[in-house]
Protein backbone atom coordinates (compact mmCIF):
# COMPACT_ATOMS: atom_id res chain seq x y z
CA UNK A 1 0.00 0.00 0.00
CA UNK A 2 1.45 3.29 -1.16
CA UNK A 3 1.44 5.83 1.91
CA UNK A 4 -1.13 8.20 2.53
CA UNK A 5 -0.20 11.77 3.50
CA UNK A 6 -2.67 14.63 4.19
CA UNK A 7 -2.21 17.80 1.36
CA UNK A 8 -4.12 20.95 2.70
CA UNK A 9 -5.86 23.00 0.02
CA UNK A 10 -7.31 26.30 -0.23
CA UNK A 11 -8.26 28.61 1.38
CA UNK A 12 -6.51 30.69 -1.04
CA UNK A 13 -5.76 29.18 -4.49
CA UNK A 14 -5.14 30.38 -7.85
CA UNK A 15 -8.04 28.14 -9.48
CA UNK A 16 -10.61 29.86 -6.79
CA UNK A 17 -12.04 32.86 -6.85
CA UNK A 18 -13.42 32.02 -3.08
CA UNK A 19 -11.72 30.43 -0.12
CA UNK A 20 -12.49 26.88 0.76
CA UNK A 21 -10.53 24.79 2.58
CA UNK A 22 -9.90 20.76 1.53
CA UNK A 23 -7.99 18.57 3.73
CA UNK A 24 -7.39 15.95 1.23
CA UNK A 25 -5.99 12.58 2.04
CA UNK A 26 -3.91 11.12 -0.71
CA UNK A 27 -2.07 8.20 -1.81
CA UNK A 28 0.59 8.93 -4.02
CA UNK A 29 -1.86 10.89 -6.75
CA UNK A 30 -4.87 9.66 -5.82
CA UNK A 31 -7.22 11.43 -3.32
CA UNK A 32 -8.74 9.19 -0.94
CA UNK A 33 -10.65 11.26 0.76
CA UNK A 34 -11.40 15.00 0.71
CA UNK A 35 -12.61 16.68 4.08
CA UNK A 36 -13.68 20.10 3.82
CA UNK A 37 -13.87 22.54 6.26
CA UNK A 38 -15.49 25.87 5.39
CA UNK A 39 -16.71 28.77 7.27
CA UNK A 40 -14.15 31.36 5.98
CA UNK A 41 -17.37 33.81 4.79
CA UNK A 42 -19.67 32.92 7.41
CA UNK A 43 -20.88 36.01 8.51
CA UNK A 44 -23.66 35.42 10.76
CA UNK A 45 -26.29 36.86 8.21
CA UNK A 46 -29.60 34.83 9.85
CA UNK A 47 -29.03 36.33 12.81
CA UNK A 48 -29.48 39.85 10.83
CA UNK A 49 -33.54 38.93 11.62
CA UNK A 50 -33.49 40.52 15.12
CA UNK A 51 -32.24 43.87 13.53
CA UNK A 52 -34.07 44.42 10.14
CA UNK A 53 -38.04 44.22 9.86
CA UNK A 54 -39.41 41.86 6.91
CA UNK A 55 -38.48 44.54 4.24
CA UNK A 56 -35.49 45.29 4.82
CA UNK A 57 -34.34 41.73 5.36
CA UNK A 58 -34.73 41.76 1.16
CA UNK A 59 -32.10 43.41 1.49
CA UNK A 60 -29.86 41.47 3.71
CA UNK A 61 -30.75 38.58 1.58
CA UNK A 62 -29.76 39.84 -1.71
CA UNK A 63 -26.53 40.44 -0.18
CA UNK A 64 -26.32 36.77 0.29
CA UNK A 65 -24.35 35.99 -2.88
CA UNK A 66 -22.94 38.48 -5.73
CA UNK A 67 -24.09 36.45 -8.44
CA UNK A 68 -27.25 35.06 -7.69
CA UNK A 69 -27.97 38.23 -5.36
CA UNK A 70 -31.89 38.83 -7.40
CA UNK A 71 -32.81 35.12 -6.80
CA UNK A 72 -32.07 35.09 -3.46
CA UNK A 73 -34.26 38.55 -2.84
CA UNK A 74 -37.18 37.07 -4.97
CA UNK A 75 -36.79 33.41 -3.35
CA UNK A 76 -37.18 35.47 0.32
CA UNK A 77 -40.34 37.90 -1.07
CA UNK A 78 -41.65 34.70 -2.62
CA UNK A 79 -41.93 33.19 0.93
CA UNK A 80 -43.12 36.63 2.88
CA UNK A 81 -45.89 36.60 0.06
CA UNK A 82 -46.92 33.18 0.36
CA UNK A 83 -47.43 33.61 4.35
CA UNK A 84 -49.42 36.81 3.81
CA UNK A 85 -51.38 35.30 1.10
CA UNK A 86 -51.08 37.43 -1.48
CA UNK A 87 -50.97 37.65 -5.93
CA UNK A 88 -48.88 39.63 -6.88
CA UNK A 89 -49.30 41.46 -9.81
CA UNK A 90 -48.52 39.47 -13.30
CA UNK A 91 -46.23 41.62 -15.11
CA UNK A 92 -44.20 41.47 -11.98
CA UNK A 93 -44.25 37.94 -12.10
CA UNK A 94 -42.84 38.13 -15.52
CA UNK A 95 -40.22 41.43 -14.92
CA UNK A 96 -38.86 38.70 -12.06
CA UNK A 97 -38.77 35.70 -14.44
CA UNK A 98 -36.68 37.90 -17.39
CA UNK A 99 -34.38 39.15 -14.41
CA UNK A 100 -33.96 35.41 -12.90
CA UNK A 101 -33.29 34.09 -16.00
CA UNK A 102 -30.39 37.12 -17.03
CA UNK A 103 -29.23 36.19 -13.85
CA UNK A 104 -28.52 32.37 -14.58
CA UNK A 105 -27.08 33.13 -17.95
CA UNK A 106 -24.51 35.74 -16.44
CA UNK A 107 -23.83 32.89 -13.39
CA UNK A 108 -23.51 29.91 -15.89
CA UNK A 109 -21.16 32.12 -18.23
CA UNK A 110 -19.44 33.31 -15.43
CA UNK A 111 -18.86 29.30 -14.20
CA UNK A 112 -17.99 28.40 -17.88
CA UNK A 113 -15.52 30.99 -17.64
CA UNK A 114 -13.81 30.09 -14.95
CA UNK A 115 -13.71 26.43 -15.96
CA UNK A 116 -12.08 27.42 -18.94
CA UNK A 117 -9.46 28.90 -16.63
CA UNK A 118 -9.46 25.99 -14.65
CA UNK A 119 -8.09 23.70 -17.64
CA UNK A 120 -5.82 26.59 -18.84
CA UNK A 121 -7.82 27.69 -21.77
CA UNK A 122 -7.34 31.36 -21.32
CA UNK A 123 -8.78 32.78 -24.57
CA UNK A 124 -12.02 30.64 -24.14
CA UNK A 125 -12.22 32.15 -20.28
CA UNK A 126 -12.19 35.91 -21.46
CA UNK A 127 -14.67 35.04 -24.72
CA UNK A 128 -17.06 33.85 -22.31
CA UNK A 129 -16.26 36.69 -19.72
CA UNK A 130 -16.84 39.21 -22.47
CA UNK A 131 -20.16 37.82 -23.68
CA UNK A 132 -21.04 37.70 -20.34
CA UNK A 133 -20.45 41.62 -19.91
CA UNK A 134 -23.26 42.15 -22.50
CA UNK A 135 -25.85 40.35 -20.17
CA UNK A 136 -24.56 42.79 -17.76
CA UNK A 137 -25.36 45.52 -19.26
CA UNK A 138 -28.83 44.15 -19.71
CA UNK A 139 -29.55 43.74 -15.86
CA UNK A 140 -27.82 47.58 -15.35
CA UNK A 141 -30.39 49.16 -18.37
CA UNK A 142 -32.73 47.42 -16.27
CA UNK A 143 -31.98 48.13 -13.07
CA UNK A 144 -28.91 50.45 -12.55
CA UNK A 145 -27.06 47.58 -11.29
CA UNK A 146 -24.54 45.29 -12.31
CA UNK A 147 -24.65 43.03 -10.14
CA UNK A 148 -26.68 43.54 -6.75
CA UNK A 149 -29.89 45.66 -7.95
CA UNK A 150 -31.87 45.42 -5.25
CA UNK A 151 -35.84 45.76 -7.54
CA UNK A 152 -37.66 42.71 -5.63
CA UNK A 153 -40.29 43.97 -2.82
CA UNK A 154 -42.41 42.34 -0.89
CA UNK A 155 -45.04 42.43 -2.89
CA UNK A 156 -43.74 42.70 -6.11
CA UNK A 157 -41.27 44.66 -7.72
CA UNK A 158 -40.17 48.47 -7.94
CA UNK A 159 -38.96 48.94 -11.57
CA UNK A 160 -40.21 48.33 -14.68
CA UNK A 161 -38.65 47.53 -17.95
CA UNK A 162 -40.04 49.63 -20.73
CA UNK A 163 -41.03 47.88 -23.97
CA UNK A 164 -38.15 49.44 -25.73
CA UNK A 165 -35.59 47.83 -23.08
CA UNK A 166 -37.59 44.57 -23.75
CA UNK A 167 -36.50 44.85 -27.51
CA UNK A 168 -33.05 45.52 -26.57
CA UNK A 169 -32.70 42.85 -24.38
CA UNK A 170 -34.43 40.59 -27.60
CA UNK A 171 -31.87 42.00 -29.70
CA UNK A 172 -28.86 41.56 -27.32
CA UNK A 173 -29.53 37.68 -26.94
CA UNK A 174 -29.61 36.98 -30.47
CA UNK A 175 -25.87 38.48 -30.89
CA UNK A 176 -25.42 36.43 -27.52
CA UNK A 177 -26.51 33.27 -28.94
CA UNK A 178 -24.53 33.55 -32.34
CA UNK A 179 -21.49 34.03 -29.97
CA UNK A 180 -22.14 31.32 -27.68
CA UNK A 181 -22.78 29.27 -30.33
CA UNK A 182 -18.91 29.31 -31.50
CA UNK A 183 -18.08 28.92 -27.48
CA UNK A 184 -20.31 25.93 -27.40
CA UNK A 185 -18.51 24.22 -30.20
CA UNK A 186 -15.21 24.97 -28.65
CA UNK A 187 -16.27 23.51 -25.15
CA UNK A 188 -18.40 20.51 -26.30
CA UNK A 189 -16.64 19.50 -29.59
CA UNK A 190 -12.71 20.72 -28.61
CA UNK A 191 -10.30 17.74 -28.31
CA UNK A 192 -8.30 19.44 -25.39
CA UNK A 193 -11.37 20.39 -24.08
CA UNK A 194 -12.95 16.76 -24.10
CA UNK A 195 -9.18 15.43 -22.57
CA UNK A 196 -9.84 17.20 -19.46
CA UNK A 197 -13.62 16.62 -18.78
CA UNK A 198 -14.81 13.69 -20.04
CA UNK A 199 -14.99 10.68 -17.61
CA UNK A 200 -13.47 13.03 -14.71
CA UNK A 201 -15.22 13.12 -11.86
CA UNK A 202 -18.39 10.80 -12.15
CA UNK A 203 -21.01 10.86 -10.28
CA UNK A 204 -23.64 7.89 -10.91
CA UNK A 205 -27.26 8.52 -10.46
CA UNK A 206 -27.79 6.68 -7.37
CA UNK A 207 -24.63 8.97 -5.93
CA UNK A 208 -26.17 12.43 -6.55
CA UNK A 209 -30.05 10.94 -5.03
CA UNK A 210 -28.12 9.57 -2.03
CA UNK A 211 -26.35 12.86 -1.16
CA UNK A 212 -28.96 15.03 -2.27
CA UNK A 213 -27.26 16.52 -4.66
CA UNK A 214 -29.39 20.00 -6.63
CA UNK A 215 -29.14 22.17 -9.63
CA UNK A 216 -27.24 21.35 -12.73
CA UNK A 217 -24.59 19.08 -10.55
CA UNK A 218 -27.36 16.50 -10.34
CA UNK A 219 -28.84 16.77 -13.85
CA UNK A 220 -25.92 16.03 -14.81
CA UNK A 221 -26.31 13.00 -13.01
CA UNK A 222 -29.77 12.19 -14.63
CA UNK A 223 -31.87 13.42 -11.31
CA UNK A 224 -34.87 15.20 -13.61
CA UNK A 225 -35.99 17.91 -11.54
CA UNK A 226 -36.14 21.43 -11.97
CA UNK A 227 -37.80 23.54 -9.07
CA UNK A 228 -39.08 26.23 -11.57
CA UNK A 229 -41.84 23.38 -12.43
CA UNK A 230 -43.03 24.43 -9.01
CA UNK A 231 -44.41 27.49 -11.25
CA UNK A 232 -42.89 30.95 -8.99
CA UNK A 233 -42.56 33.80 -10.60
CA UNK A 234 -44.12 33.72 -14.25
CA UNK A 235 -42.95 29.83 -15.08
CA UNK A 236 -46.58 28.29 -15.33
CA UNK A 237 -47.03 30.26 -18.68
CA UNK A 238 -43.06 29.25 -20.05
CA UNK A 239 -42.39 25.87 -21.69
CA UNK A 240 -39.96 24.30 -20.58
CA UNK A 241 -38.08 20.58 -19.80
CA UNK A 242 -35.24 20.28 -17.44
CA UNK A 243 -32.04 19.55 -19.38
CA UNK A 244 -30.61 16.34 -18.19
CA UNK A 245 -27.66 14.47 -19.11
CA UNK A 246 -26.78 10.59 -17.76
CA UNK A 247 -23.42 10.57 -17.88
CA UNK A 248 -22.53 12.25 -15.02
CA UNK A 249 -18.93 13.35 -15.18
CA UNK A 250 -17.76 16.87 -16.02
CA UNK A 251 -18.22 17.45 -19.42
CA UNK A 252 -22.04 16.45 -18.72
CA UNK A 253 -22.05 18.96 -16.38
CA UNK A 254 -20.46 21.18 -19.15
CA UNK A 255 -23.10 20.11 -21.27
CA UNK A 256 -25.94 20.65 -19.22
CA UNK A 257 -24.83 24.58 -18.54
CA UNK A 258 -24.44 25.41 -21.76
CA UNK A 259 -27.86 23.84 -22.12
CA UNK A 260 -29.74 26.04 -19.88
CA UNK A 261 -28.06 29.04 -21.48
CA UNK A 262 -29.63 28.12 -24.59
CA UNK A 263 -33.16 27.72 -22.41
CA UNK A 264 -33.16 30.62 -20.64
CA UNK A 265 -32.63 32.19 -23.44
CA UNK A 266 -35.56 30.48 -24.62
CA UNK A 267 -37.59 31.33 -21.71
CA UNK A 268 -36.37 34.96 -21.81
CA UNK A 269 -37.93 35.38 -25.64
CA UNK A 270 -41.25 33.48 -24.58
CA UNK A 271 -41.83 35.87 -21.25
CA UNK A 272 -41.03 39.01 -23.66
CA UNK A 273 -43.49 37.88 -26.14
CA UNK A 274 -46.42 37.00 -22.49
CA UNK A 275 -45.64 39.93 -21.11
CA UNK A 276 -48.94 41.89 -19.92
CA UNK A 277 -49.09 45.18 -20.04
CA UNK A 278 -50.13 46.71 -16.29
CA UNK A 279 -49.11 49.78 -14.46
CA UNK A 280 -49.44 47.98 -11.06
CA UNK A 281 -46.05 46.59 -10.56
CA UNK A 282 -46.42 45.48 -6.64
CA UNK A 283 -49.49 44.70 -4.75
CA UNK A 284 -49.45 46.55 -0.85
CA UNK A 285 -49.16 44.86 1.84
CA UNK A 286 -50.61 45.56 5.38
CA UNK A 287 -49.77 44.57 8.69
CA UNK A 288 -47.01 41.96 9.25
CA UNK A 289 -46.44 38.26 8.38
CA UNK A 290 -47.84 35.75 10.26
CA UNK A 291 -46.81 31.94 9.96
CA UNK A 292 -44.08 29.71 7.76
CA UNK A 293 -43.28 28.89 4.53
CA UNK A 294 -40.72 26.77 2.98
CA UNK A 295 -39.80 28.24 -0.59
CA UNK A 296 -38.04 26.40 -3.00
CA UNK A 297 -36.34 28.41 -6.02
CA UNK A 298 -34.20 27.43 -8.67
CA UNK A 299 -31.29 29.02 -8.93
CA UNK A 300 -28.22 28.89 -11.14
CA UNK A 301 -26.53 26.19 -8.91
CA UNK A 302 -29.74 24.55 -8.42
CA UNK A 303 -32.16 24.46 -5.04
CA UNK A 304 -32.18 26.95 -2.78
CA UNK A 305 -34.73 26.71 -0.10
CA UNK A 306 -36.14 29.60 1.96
CA UNK A 307 -37.61 29.36 5.15
CA UNK A 308 -39.02 32.22 7.00
CA UNK A 309 -41.22 31.80 10.07
CA UNK A 310 -43.18 35.05 11.35
CA UNK A 311 -45.34 35.33 14.21
CA UNK A 312 -47.15 39.00 13.58
CA UNK A 313 -44.09 41.26 14.05
CA UNK A 314 -42.26 43.07 12.07
CA UNK A 315 -39.22 41.20 12.74
CA UNK A 316 -39.33 37.54 11.25
CA UNK A 317 -38.45 34.93 13.86
CA UNK A 318 -36.42 32.78 11.87
CA UNK A 319 -35.28 33.25 8.24
CA UNK A 320 -33.21 30.65 6.94
CA UNK A 321 -31.37 30.03 3.55
CA UNK A 322 -30.24 26.70 2.29
CA UNK A 323 -28.33 27.09 -0.69
CA UNK A 324 -27.66 24.64 -3.38
CA UNK A 325 -23.60 24.46 -2.78
CA UNK A 326 -24.68 23.43 1.00
CA UNK A 327 -26.55 20.64 -0.73
CA UNK A 328 -23.84 19.79 -3.50
CA UNK A 329 -20.96 19.73 -0.49
CA UNK A 330 -21.42 15.96 0.25
CA UNK A 331 -21.66 15.23 -3.31
CA UNK A 332 -18.17 17.06 -4.00
CA UNK A 333 -16.50 15.54 -1.52
CA UNK A 334 -17.93 11.57 -3.11
CA UNK A 335 -16.74 13.26 -6.47
CA UNK A 336 -13.13 13.70 -5.10
CA UNK A 337 -12.48 10.13 -4.46
CA UNK A 338 -10.35 8.37 -6.88
CA UNK A 339 -9.54 11.25 -8.80
CA UNK A 340 -5.78 12.61 -9.43
CA UNK A 341 -4.30 15.33 -7.59
CA UNK A 342 -3.84 17.41 -10.54
CA UNK A 343 -7.80 17.33 -11.56
CA UNK A 344 -9.01 18.53 -8.10
CA UNK A 345 -8.89 22.38 -8.73
CA UNK A 346 -10.90 21.58 -11.99
CA UNK A 347 -13.53 19.13 -9.97
CA UNK A 348 -14.25 22.00 -7.28
CA UNK A 349 -15.14 23.95 -9.82
CA UNK A 350 -17.37 21.68 -11.65
CA UNK A 351 -20.08 21.59 -8.90
CA UNK A 352 -20.12 25.64 -9.80
CA UNK A 353 -19.00 26.55 -5.74
CA UNK A 354 -20.30 29.57 -4.59
CA UNK A 355 -18.95 29.44 -0.90
CA UNK A 356 -20.75 32.90 0.12
CA UNK A 357 -23.68 31.03 -0.59
CA UNK A 358 -22.89 28.20 1.30
CA UNK A 359 -22.04 30.02 4.65
CA UNK A 360 -23.78 33.21 4.67
CA UNK B 1 -48.54 26.98 -20.78
CA UNK B 2 -46.62 24.47 -19.08
CA UNK B 3 -47.89 22.01 -16.66
CA UNK B 4 -47.46 23.19 -13.29
CA UNK B 5 -46.62 20.96 -10.46
CA UNK B 6 -47.31 22.07 -7.40
CA UNK B 7 -48.42 19.25 -4.69
CA UNK B 8 -49.26 20.66 -1.31
CA UNK B 9 -46.50 20.45 0.95
CA UNK B 10 -47.02 18.46 4.37
CA UNK B 11 -45.87 19.45 7.47
CA UNK B 12 -45.89 16.64 10.22
CA UNK B 13 -44.88 17.02 13.74
CA UNK B 14 -43.32 14.55 15.30
CA UNK B 15 -41.85 13.04 18.39
CA UNK B 16 -37.59 12.76 18.91
CA UNK B 17 -37.88 9.21 19.73
CA UNK B 18 -39.64 8.59 16.27
CA UNK B 19 -36.93 10.76 14.20
CA UNK B 20 -34.86 8.05 12.90
CA UNK B 21 -37.55 5.63 11.78
CA UNK B 22 -39.12 8.65 10.06
CA UNK B 23 -36.26 8.49 7.98
CA UNK B 24 -35.82 5.55 7.47
CA UNK B 25 -39.35 5.66 5.71
CA UNK B 26 -38.85 8.67 3.45
CA UNK B 27 -35.00 6.94 2.63
CA UNK B 28 -36.80 3.88 1.47
CA UNK B 29 -39.65 5.47 -0.55
CA UNK B 30 -36.97 7.13 -2.28
CA UNK B 31 -37.09 10.90 -1.42
CA UNK B 32 -33.77 12.74 -1.10
CA UNK B 33 -33.00 14.62 1.92
CA UNK B 34 -33.71 18.46 0.77
CA UNK B 35 -32.82 19.98 4.40
CA UNK B 36 -32.55 20.52 8.25
CA UNK B 37 -32.89 23.70 9.39
CA UNK B 38 -33.09 24.82 13.54
CA UNK B 39 -35.15 27.64 14.86
CA UNK B 40 -35.02 28.67 18.72
CA UNK B 41 -38.63 30.15 19.31
CA UNK B 42 -40.33 30.39 22.75
CA UNK B 43 -36.95 28.72 24.40
CA UNK B 44 -37.17 25.15 22.60
CA UNK B 45 -36.00 24.38 19.65
CA UNK B 46 -38.02 23.49 16.27
CA UNK B 47 -36.23 21.16 14.00
CA UNK B 48 -37.23 20.77 10.67
CA UNK B 49 -36.73 17.62 8.38
CA UNK B 50 -37.23 18.04 4.75
CA UNK B 51 -37.52 15.84 2.25
CA UNK B 52 -37.82 16.28 -1.45
CA UNK B 53 -39.36 13.71 -3.93
CA UNK B 54 -37.71 14.53 -7.08
CA UNK B 55 -39.95 13.28 -9.49
CA UNK B 56 -43.21 14.09 -8.15
CA UNK B 57 -41.88 17.34 -6.00
CA UNK B 58 -43.76 16.40 -3.33
CA UNK B 59 -41.90 18.19 -0.32
CA UNK B 60 -41.93 16.64 3.71
CA UNK B 61 -41.49 18.01 6.19
CA UNK B 62 -40.87 16.78 10.28
CA UNK B 63 -41.10 19.01 12.49
CA UNK B 64 -39.56 18.08 16.34
CA UNK B 65 -40.46 20.59 18.68
CA UNK B 66 -37.38 19.62 21.85
CA UNK B 67 -36.29 20.96 25.02
CA UNK B 68 -32.79 23.05 24.64
CA UNK B 69 -31.98 19.98 26.84
CA UNK B 70 -32.78 16.97 24.99
CA UNK B 71 -30.19 14.99 23.44
CA UNK B 72 -31.60 13.93 19.66
CA UNK B 73 -29.59 10.55 18.02
CA UNK B 74 -28.16 12.02 14.77
CA UNK B 75 -29.62 10.94 11.33
CA UNK B 76 -26.04 10.44 9.93
CA UNK B 77 -25.93 6.69 9.78
CA UNK B 78 -29.20 6.59 7.45
CA UNK B 79 -28.40 9.95 5.20
CA UNK B 80 -24.39 10.79 5.43
CA UNK B 81 -25.20 13.70 3.70
CA UNK B 82 -27.16 15.11 6.63
CA UNK B 83 -23.53 15.70 8.31
CA UNK B 84 -23.14 19.38 7.72
CA UNK B 85 -26.74 20.43 8.64
CA UNK B 86 -26.29 18.81 11.84
CA UNK B 87 -22.66 19.99 12.34
CA UNK B 88 -24.22 23.64 11.33
CA UNK B 89 -27.17 22.94 14.33
CA UNK B 90 -24.62 22.05 16.96
CA UNK B 91 -22.41 25.08 16.18
CA UNK B 92 -24.95 27.54 15.82
CA UNK B 93 -27.79 26.55 17.66
CA UNK B 94 -26.08 24.35 20.40
CA UNK B 95 -28.99 21.67 19.75
CA UNK B 96 -27.50 18.23 21.14
CA UNK B 97 -27.24 15.46 19.11
CA UNK B 98 -25.06 12.53 19.31
CA UNK B 99 -23.23 10.11 17.02
CA UNK B 100 -22.71 12.27 14.47
CA UNK B 101 -20.72 10.61 11.86
CA UNK B 102 -17.98 13.30 11.21
CA UNK B 103 -18.54 15.66 14.43
CA UNK B 104 -16.53 18.79 13.93
CA UNK B 105 -17.28 19.36 17.18
CA UNK B 106 -17.86 23.36 16.87
CA UNK B 107 -15.71 24.06 14.55
CA UNK B 108 -17.47 24.04 11.32
CA UNK B 109 -17.27 27.84 10.87
CA UNK B 110 -15.04 28.29 13.55
CA UNK B 111 -17.17 31.13 14.97
CA UNK B 112 -15.92 32.65 18.49
CA UNK B 113 -19.11 32.88 19.60
CA UNK B 114 -20.85 30.22 21.44
CA UNK B 115 -24.35 29.40 19.86
CA UNK B 116 -25.56 32.57 18.29
CA UNK B 117 -28.27 32.08 17.80
CA UNK B 118 -29.51 29.40 20.18
CA UNK B 119 -31.17 30.50 23.65
CA UNK B 120 -29.23 33.86 24.98
CA UNK B 121 -27.33 32.32 27.83
CA UNK B 122 -24.84 31.17 26.85
CA UNK B 123 -23.95 34.43 25.21
CA UNK B 124 -23.86 35.91 28.75
CA UNK B 125 -22.16 33.13 30.16
CA UNK B 126 -19.32 33.83 27.87
CA UNK C 1 18.15 55.23 -10.25
CA UNK C 2 19.77 52.57 -11.57
CA UNK C 3 17.61 50.22 -10.78
CA UNK C 4 15.25 48.56 -13.14
CA UNK C 5 11.59 49.16 -12.78
CA UNK C 6 8.85 46.56 -12.46
CA UNK C 7 4.85 46.14 -12.59
CA UNK C 8 3.41 45.14 -9.46
CA UNK C 9 1.80 42.38 -8.79
CA UNK C 10 -1.57 42.12 -7.92
CA UNK C 11 -3.05 39.40 -5.33
CA UNK C 12 -6.59 39.15 -4.49
CA UNK C 13 -8.31 37.61 -1.26
CA UNK C 14 -11.52 37.52 -0.55
CA UNK C 15 -12.40 37.91 2.71
CA UNK C 16 -16.33 37.32 3.84
CA UNK C 17 -17.39 39.25 0.63
CA UNK C 18 -20.46 38.01 -0.82
CA UNK C 19 -18.88 37.18 -4.28
CA UNK C 20 -20.10 40.56 -6.06
CA UNK C 21 -16.91 42.45 -5.39
CA UNK C 22 -15.27 39.17 -6.15
CA UNK C 23 -16.13 38.86 -9.85
CA UNK C 24 -15.97 42.69 -10.11
CA UNK C 25 -12.42 42.53 -9.35
CA UNK C 26 -11.92 39.50 -11.60
CA UNK C 27 -14.00 41.32 -14.61
CA UNK C 28 -11.45 44.48 -14.06
CA UNK C 29 -8.56 41.91 -15.33
CA UNK C 30 -10.53 40.41 -18.16
CA UNK C 31 -10.34 42.36 -21.39
CA UNK C 32 -13.56 45.05 -21.27
CA UNK C 33 -11.65 46.54 -18.37
CA UNK C 34 -8.55 45.38 -18.31
CA UNK C 35 -6.62 46.37 -15.48
CA UNK C 36 -3.05 44.80 -16.92
CA UNK C 37 -3.43 47.88 -19.21
CA UNK C 38 -2.08 50.03 -15.93
CA UNK C 39 0.90 47.80 -15.31
CA UNK C 40 -0.35 45.09 -12.89
CA UNK C 41 -0.20 41.37 -13.39
CA UNK C 42 -2.33 39.30 -11.47
CA UNK C 43 -0.87 36.08 -9.00
CA UNK C 44 -2.05 33.68 -7.04
CA UNK C 45 0.91 33.98 -5.23
CA UNK C 46 1.65 36.09 -1.99
CA UNK C 47 5.39 35.70 -2.01
CA UNK C 48 5.61 37.96 -4.77
CA UNK C 49 2.73 39.75 -4.66
CA UNK C 50 2.55 43.57 -4.15
CA UNK C 51 -0.95 44.95 -3.96
CA UNK C 52 -3.35 42.94 -2.21
CA UNK C 53 -7.37 43.82 -3.06
CA UNK C 54 -9.31 42.46 -0.04
CA UNK C 55 -12.99 42.11 -0.59
CA UNK C 56 -15.20 41.80 2.47
CA UNK C 57 -15.43 42.10 5.67
CA UNK C 58 -12.90 39.88 8.47
CA UNK C 59 -14.44 37.37 10.57
CA UNK C 60 -12.93 35.04 12.98
CA UNK C 61 -11.99 32.42 10.85
CA UNK C 62 -10.58 34.04 7.98
CA UNK C 63 -8.74 36.70 9.94
CA UNK C 64 -5.52 34.69 10.57
CA UNK C 65 -5.22 34.07 6.80
CA UNK C 66 -5.47 37.63 5.93
CA UNK C 67 -2.53 38.77 8.38
CA UNK C 68 -0.61 35.46 6.95
CA UNK C 69 -1.01 36.69 3.14
CA UNK C 70 -0.18 40.22 4.26
CA UNK C 71 2.82 39.40 6.52
CA UNK C 72 4.21 37.16 3.10
CA UNK C 73 3.89 39.70 1.06
CA UNK C 74 7.18 41.90 0.53
CA UNK C 75 8.03 44.89 1.98
CA UNK C 76 6.78 47.79 0.39
CA UNK C 77 3.29 46.79 0.13
CA UNK C 78 0.00 48.56 -0.79
CA UNK C 79 -4.00 47.01 0.27
CA UNK C 80 -6.49 48.15 -1.30
CA UNK C 81 -9.98 47.83 0.21
CA UNK C 82 -12.59 47.05 -2.56
CA UNK C 83 -16.32 46.87 -1.92
CA UNK C 84 -18.31 48.84 1.37
CA UNK C 85 -17.86 45.37 3.15
CA UNK C 86 -14.05 46.18 3.48
CA UNK C 87 -13.82 49.07 3.95
CA UNK C 88 -16.06 49.11 7.12
CA UNK C 89 -17.80 45.93 7.43
CA UNK C 90 -21.04 47.11 5.25
CA UNK C 91 -24.37 45.50 5.62
CA UNK C 92 -23.04 42.30 7.39
CA UNK C 93 -21.48 44.91 10.08
CA UNK C 94 -23.92 43.91 13.12
CA UNK C 95 -23.80 39.84 12.36
CA UNK C 96 -22.01 37.96 15.05
CA UNK C 97 -19.32 36.66 13.29
CA UNK C 98 -18.00 40.06 11.35
CA UNK C 99 -15.14 41.55 13.17
CA UNK C 100 -15.68 44.50 10.51
CA UNK C 101 -13.31 46.30 7.94
CA UNK C 102 -10.51 45.34 6.67
CA UNK C 103 -8.38 47.80 8.49
CA UNK C 104 -9.66 45.99 11.84
CA UNK C 105 -6.79 43.75 10.50
CA UNK C 106 -4.07 45.07 8.42
CA UNK C 107 -3.17 48.81 7.65
CA UNK C 108 -5.33 49.74 4.81
CA UNK C 109 -4.17 52.16 2.36
CA UNK C 110 -7.06 52.94 -0.61
CA UNK C 111 -10.77 52.38 -0.09
CA UNK C 112 -12.95 51.89 -2.93
CA UNK C 113 -16.84 52.41 -2.23
CA UNK C 114 -19.42 50.67 -3.90
CA UNK C 115 -22.08 47.39 -3.03
CA UNK C 116 -20.68 46.15 -5.64
CA UNK C 117 -17.91 47.80 -6.20
CA UNK C 118 -17.88 49.39 -9.85
CA UNK C 119 -15.51 47.79 -11.99
CA UNK C 120 -14.33 51.88 -12.71
CA UNK C 121 -14.04 52.51 -8.79
CA UNK C 122 -11.87 49.41 -8.77
CA UNK C 123 -9.54 50.64 -12.00
CA UNK C 124 -9.26 53.83 -9.76
CA UNK C 125 -8.39 52.37 -6.79
CA UNK C 126 -6.22 50.22 -8.87
CA UNK C 127 -4.21 52.87 -10.65
CA UNK C 128 -4.11 55.07 -6.75
CA UNK C 129 -2.26 51.69 -5.57
CA UNK C 130 0.25 51.38 -8.79
CA UNK C 131 1.82 54.87 -8.30
CA UNK C 132 1.55 54.70 -4.29
CA UNK C 133 3.62 51.52 -4.96
CA UNK C 134 6.01 53.26 -7.09
CA UNK C 135 6.52 56.06 -4.63
CA UNK C 136 6.69 53.68 -1.98
CA UNK C 137 9.08 51.65 -3.89
CA UNK C 138 11.15 54.72 -4.17
CA UNK C 139 11.29 55.46 -0.86
CA UNK C 140 12.73 51.98 0.33
CA UNK C 141 15.31 52.26 -2.27
CA UNK C 142 16.28 55.86 -0.77
CA UNK C 143 16.14 54.70 2.89
CA UNK C 144 18.54 51.78 1.44
CA UNK C 145 20.74 53.99 0.24
CA UNK C 146 20.94 55.88 2.99
CA UNK C 147 21.65 53.21 5.56
CA UNK C 148 24.66 52.00 3.23
CA UNK C 149 22.66 49.21 2.05
CA UNK C 150 21.38 47.55 5.91
CA UNK C 151 18.41 46.27 5.09
CA UNK C 152 15.22 48.47 6.37
CA UNK C 153 11.71 47.93 7.02
CA UNK C 154 9.58 50.67 4.79
CA UNK C 155 6.32 51.79 5.67
CA UNK C 156 3.61 49.64 5.18
Known amino acids: MAKRSVIPYGP ?23 IPSIGFIHRGLESLVDKRDFNQMTYVAER ?8 HGMGYCEAVEHIFGIEIPERAKFLRTIWAELGRMHSHLLWLGLLADGFGFENLFYQCWRIREKILDMQEMTSGGRLIFSVNTVGGVIKDIPADMLRTILSTIDDVEAELKVVQRTFLDDYTVQSRLKGVGVLTKEQAHDLGCAGPFGRAS ?56 ETDLATPVKGNPNGEYFMRVEQPR ?36 NTELADIGLLVLTIDPCISCTER | MAEVIHPEEILEEIEASALLTKVMEKKKDGYRLSQICAAYIDEKYELSYSFADDETYQYVTYRLVIDTDVEIPSITEIIPQALFY ?12 KMISLDYENRLYRIRQEAPLGPKKAEKAE | MANIKRSPWLLHYDGSSCNGCDIEV ?15 MNTGDPMQADILLITGGINAQNQPTVKQLYEQMPRPKVVVAVGVCACTGGVFKECY ?31 KAVDLFQKRLEEHYEKKRGQGGNEVSANG
Do not use: W
Open chain 1, 222 to 277: GINTDMRKLGYAAYPHIDFEPIISNDGDSYARCECRIGELFQSMDILRQAIAKIPN
Open chain 2, 86 to 97: ENEMKELFGVKI
Open chain 1, 64 to 71: TCGICSFQ
Open chain 1, 12 to 34: QHPVLPEPIHLDLVVEDEKVVEA
Open chain 3, 97 to 127: NILGGADTTIPVDIYVPGCAARPQAIIDGIV
Open chain 1, 302 to 337: GEAIYYVKANGKPYVERFRIRTPTFANLPGLCEMLK
Open chain 3, 26 to 40: LACLTPIYDAERFGV
